[in-house]
């Protein structure tokens, strides 16, 4: 067993598991989104990201970091929410119609996107080539090009003769999970559901983690 601090209190978790699940575990929120149970970890969005303590403090993604011995953790600091706000305001300048952005974006307090609005209807999550080679050992799909121009796709833009047709790709998505249809975009937020509404503090707070929308207690 590893023994490591999280938001300053002291867990053992099975070597071999990440931080983010030794947080799990503890019943602490970490917002995710290329994470995906049952598939391999990417720590491609960095949604997850938290503090690593020591003589130089860094933010790494937490999906991806293996418990060490004597981690010091925080999940929630100033540094930590600031980050993970800029990384959803980026991704929403990619995907401004998905209700999975625009909802984590309310929950957190983005309350614009400073980034230039390029629709691409994906943020390279990668949860769908993951799954395609994953769980339905097809390989259909993947990533295609570099940079600015890389996107998923099939070879030659066909239908891959290795598809299964199970429609797990889009099930998984993210982006393509639930659009946002209210169509009234302002700086990049949609407040088709109130997503504008200051973000409260629950009254009781102490510190979870969690974000209290307009309407109650959220998790997300
Ligand atoms: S529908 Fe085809 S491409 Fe999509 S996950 Fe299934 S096998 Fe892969
Ligand atoms: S299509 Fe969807 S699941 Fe696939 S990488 Fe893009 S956002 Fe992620």
Not at 48 to 55: D, R, W
Not at 146 to 171: D, N, Q
């Amino acid at each position: 067993m590893i023994e490591l601090s999280i938001d300053g209190v002291k867990t053992r978790v099975e070597e071999g598991a990440t931080v983010l699940d030794a947080a799990r575990t503890m019943g602490i929120v970490i917002p995710t989104l290329c994470h995906y149970p049952g598939l391999s970890n990417y720590g491609e969005c960095r949604v997850c990201m938290v503090e690593v303590k020591g003589k130089k403090s860094s933010l790494e993604a937490s999906c991806t970091m293996p418990v060490e011995p004597g981690l010091e953790i925080v999940t929630n600091s100033p540094r930590v929410r600031k980050a993970r706000k800029m990384v959803v305001e980026l991704l929403l300048s990619a995907c401004p119609k998905s209700k999975k952005l625009q909802d984590l974006a309310a929950a957190m307090g983005v309350n614009q996107v400073r980034f230039k609005i390029k629709e691409k209807n994906c943020i390279l999550c990668g949860r769908c080539v993951r799954y395609c080679e994953e769980q339905m050992q097809s390989g259909g799909i993947g990533f295609i090009g570099r940079g600015t121009g890389r996107k998923v796709g099939t070879a030659f833009g066909e239908m891959p003769k290795e598809c299964r047709h199970c429609g797990g790709c889009e099930w998984v998505c993210p982006v393509c999970e639930q659009a946002c249809n209210a169509n009234s975009l302002v700086n990049g937020i949609c407040g088709g559901c109130l997503n504008l509404a200051v973000v409260e503090t629950c009254p009781v707070c102490v510190k979870c983690s969690e974000a209290v929308g307009p309407r109650g207690h959220k998790t997300y």
